[in-house]
Structures are given as structure tokens and as C-alpha cells.
């Protein structure tokens, strides 16, 4: 058995990146979702190892001291982070991993795993994106135009992203993640052992 | 429309390259198939511009000191080339490009055309090879040996390509072009110019 892949799928807010995510592992079984852990409470309804490994600011400290984040980052007074052990259990197992991190995440960990393969998940247009932040009806107008500034700005941030692929119809955006997966899967590394 | 891209596809003799192409060619129309030049006489059945081009080789000089020619080769006192003019129309026309060429052809395009994507169809044994070799009952025995060889060689100097496909199963194997011929079009180069 070959070991899995590691990718990491970004998107701004809007984009329809969960519901990508969704659909490609509802067609996947050999793929692993990356649990993020955090030292925010849970609120209510969230299970320690579902939704996030729950960890006091104390563990959180000791794990990044101890290399045991594959990225880290605060946000409003929180910590944020990938843990490895988990990543690398799956990765042992097979399984292909997914981390859905930001921009800036994507740099801490492909600086530390350089094989590991990018994907950015852009709007087919801005107007589109606008339309669908505007349809989600939980945002402000004020904050919905926050959102399309930050989202500008992250798309200039992933130009050294391996792939985009633009979500105009959620099947034609799970056929590219999938279709890059197994193209990845084909690289001369791990194919050509059996020959040699 | 987007410009198409150009793919190689190589792979040893008896390895089943073609069967595999045919049925990509069957599922997918976007395809241009190039066809190459050569120098030899035309046999039975074969057509000018179907299954080659016939060139006398005072024209295949002309194209060769005119550039016309994205790879070319001597084989047993007849030229082969791949004519650059047909496979830009068919790029222009946003078409994706299939050269069935070997490995040293290979360096010759990449070299012209660095954004070219080469794949290698890889037995999924020697073994299996040999198998596949010997069932088409067209060659005796030292012959198989020697394209087992060949074979062997093509693979060390096929190191560089960038995707290799084991035909383990001709199903498998076009999914698996299929696959990065779609994962190469997610290129950020031209995905993302609608957002900038």
C-alpha cells in the first residue's frame, strides 16, 4: 500500500468550499479530513475530536513547543492549529488528507511538507461570489463587501497555489479536485518503484 | 475558448499505448490526435493525412531548415516529424493535443514547448509486459527480448516526464489520463485571469 497524499484545499468565505468538500467526500472513501484543534470552548452541540480537538491554552503551548502543529495561528485571542499526529496516521494508512486552512496556514505547512499538493477554490466571477454571500442572508451589506475585499486579496495571496479550480457548478468542481487527486497520484515518485 | 494543451504520451512497445488512446479518443471530443510526417513510402491502405503525412524528403529538408517541425527523427533511411502547423490550429482552436512520440521526440518538444505535460503508459510488470508481448504472436522470441530491453531503457530515460500511468487495465489508465488532462487545465496560468 502507497502512502496517501496531502492536500490542502483554501477558499474565500462564500466560495462553497464545504459543500465541494462535502460532495468529495461523499464519493471518497479513502480520504481524511483533518480536524483542526483549538483552545476556543466548545459551543454547544461540538464533540472533542469532530469538530476540533479541544485544548487548553497550557497543551496548545506544549504541542507547538514539541513540532506537534503542522501550522498554528491566533485569531481574536484564540489558537488555531493542524495537528501532525493525526495527518500522519492517515497519511500512513493510505488515506489521502484534506486540510481546508487559509493562505497563510498553506505556507507554514508546505514549508514543512514541500510535497504537499495546493488547491485554491475561486468564484467563477466576483459578481457571483457577491451574489452568493448576499444569498447566505447572514451578512451585513457592509460586512458582505469585507468579505469580497478580503476574498480579492486572497486570490492574490494563492498565486503560488498548483491548482484553481473555479466553482461554477459543484459537480464540475468535485470532477477537477477529483481528477487533480488521482492526476497526483500518478507522479513518477511513487509510480515507477515497481519497475526498478 | 481557451487555447488547448499539448500532451505526450509515450510508452514502450506491447505496453497497449494505443488501445488506451483509442479509447480516450472515444470519450473525449475536444481531442486532436496529431498525425506525423514521414518520408517512406505510403502502404496499402494508408492515407495522405489520416495516417500520415507523405513528405518527399527534398520536402521534409525544406520543413526541417524552415522550422516546421516540433521533433523529427531518422528511422532506417526514412524521416518521421511532427509538423508544428497542425497541431497549432488545432491548439488555436482550443483543442487539447495528443503526440504519440517517443522519449528522445519528447526532449525535442519539451524543449520547444516547455509548458508541454508528458505522460509514460507504464506495464504494471516486466512480467506482464513480456505476457502482452507474446500474446500478440507477432514476434519471435529473441525479438521480445529485445523490445523487453528497449522497453527497460525507456523507462530510466523516461525519468523526467511528468505523469506515469500504469496500464494495468485499459479502464484504469484513461481514467487516469482523463484525470490530469483535466487537473492540467486547473493551472493557475489560465484559471484565474477572469479574477485579475
Redesign the interface.
Known amino acids: 500500500m502507497s502512502r496517501g497524499k496531502l492536500f490542502i484545499v483554501s477558499g474565500p468565505s462564500g466560495v462553497g468550499k464545504s459543500t465541494v468538500l462535502r460532495a468529495l467526500f461523499a464519493q471518497n472513501s479513502n480520504l481524511y479530513f483533518s480536524v483542526s484543534a483549538t483552545t476556543r470552548d466548545p459551543r454547544p452541540g461540538e464533540e472533542d475530536g469532530v469538530h476540533y480537538h479541544f485544548l487548553s491554552m497550557d497543551t496548545f503551548r506544549e504541542w507547538i513547543a514539541k513540532d506537534e502543529f503542522l501550522e498554528y495561528a491566533e485569531f481574536v485571542g484564540n489558537a488555531y492549529g493542524t495537528p501532525r499526529k493525526y495527518v500522519d496516521e492517515a497519511l500512513d494508512a493510505g488515506k489521502d488528507v484534506i486540510l481546508d486552512i487559509e493562505v497563510q496556514g498553506a505556507e507554514q505547512v508546505c514549508a514543512k511538507r514541500p510535497e504537499t499538493v495546493t ?1 485554491f477554490i ?5 459578481e457571483e461570489l457577491e451574489r452568493r454571500l448576499t444569498a447566505r442572508g447572514t451578512d451585513t451589506a457592509e460586512k458582505i463587501q469585507k468579505r469580497l475585499q478580503r476574498a ?1 486579496e486572497e ?2 495571496k494563492a ?1 503560488n ?6 466553482n461554477d457548478t459543484v459537480e464540475n468542481a468535485v ?2 479536485l ?3 487527486m ?7 515518485d511513487e ?2 518503484t ?3
Do not use: T
Not at 497555489?161 to 473555479?166: C, I, L
Open positions: 488547491v475561486a468564484p467563477p466571477s466576483w480579492k486570490v492574490l498565486n497555489y498548483d491548482y484553481f479550480v473555479v470532477q477537477e477529483s481528477a487533480i488521482i492526476a497526483e497520484h500518478c507522479r513518477p509510480k515507477m515497481h519497475l526498478v
